[in-house]
Nanobody, 122 residues
């Protein structure tokens, strides 16, 4: 079992920054592929970014150049640095983990955090 705890959300003005954290415990973190998803009110859950166990990253087009996903193996934590935030980034953000990257990419990963609210005001 892997437990994921999300933190770091909040209210920020457009153009501001936030850093989300996803702390993992329970298993060998290094073997897991990780991702961040978000879900806005009335919308489907959307993949934001992923980072493989080897450090390869992927970003959805709307956040490229503004968001950065990273992982700290020693701290068993994955981060999502969000810069130049826009009102359309407002959503609940969830981290996900799985030993198989394709399940992180398609949203069917085994493990999920509880979510953290990000609100961007205009």
């Amino acid at each position: 079992q892997v437990q994921l705890v999300n933190s770091g959300g909040g209210l920020v003005q457009a153009g501001g920054s936030l850093r989300l954290s996803c702390a993992a415990s329970g298993r060998t973190f290094t073997n897991y592929h990780m991702g961040w998803y978000r879900q806005a009110p009335g919308k489907e859950r959307e993949l934001v970014a992923t980072i493989s166990s080897g450090g390869i990253t992927y970003y959805t087009s709307s956040v490229k150049g503004r968001f950065t996903i990273s992982r700290d193996i020693a701290k068993n934590t994955v981060y999502l640095q969000m810069n130049s935030l826009r009102p359309e980034d407002t959503a609940i953000y969830y981290c996900a983990a799985d030993l198989r990257l394709r399940y992180v990419l398609d949203g069917t990963g085994d493990y999920w955090g509880q979510g953290t609210q990000v609100t961007v005001s205009s």
